[in-house]
Nanobody
């Protein structure tokens, strides 16, 4: 049974850092693409970062590029999102997701609908 559990959220001051964790079970994190998404109050869910399983390629939304880093620890079966230089606009619930199916061809790894398993989310609040 595929399961994803996020942790590491909290309250941080602007300019601070947090590291989110996404612990996987029922599969290995190098088996399927993993994405991080966020949803701010009153807004839709947006893609933040992804990690492809095939070659380890990573990608980021323009809004977090150079500030966030996605990585994985195969031994712990966990994917991380290191968030630095946090801004108030980064405040949101952060979710990790796995794409456990193969559809062939190109897909947008920052698109919510491409993923079929989701964690419950962890709240990140950036405020002074």
């Amino acid at each position: 049974q595929v399961q994803l559990v996020e942790s590491g959220g909290g309250l941080v001051q602007p300019g601070g850092s947090l590291r989110l964790s996404c612990a996987a079970s029922g599969f290995t994190v190098d088996e399927y693409p993993i994405g991080w998404f966020r949803q701010a109050p009153g807004k839709g869910r947006e893609g933040v970062s992804y990690l492809r399983s095939s070659d380890g390629t990573t990608g980021y939304a323009d809004s977090v590029k150079a500030r966030f880093t996605i990585s994985r620890d195969n031994a712990k079966n966990t994917v991380y999102l290191q968030m630095n230089s946090l801004k108030p606009e980064d405040t949101a619930i952060y979710y990790c997701a796995a794409r456990t199916y193969y559809s062939g061809g190109y897909y947008d790894p920052l698109l919510e609908s491409e993923y079929d398993y989701w964690g419950q989310g962890t709240q990140v609040t950036v405020s002074s």
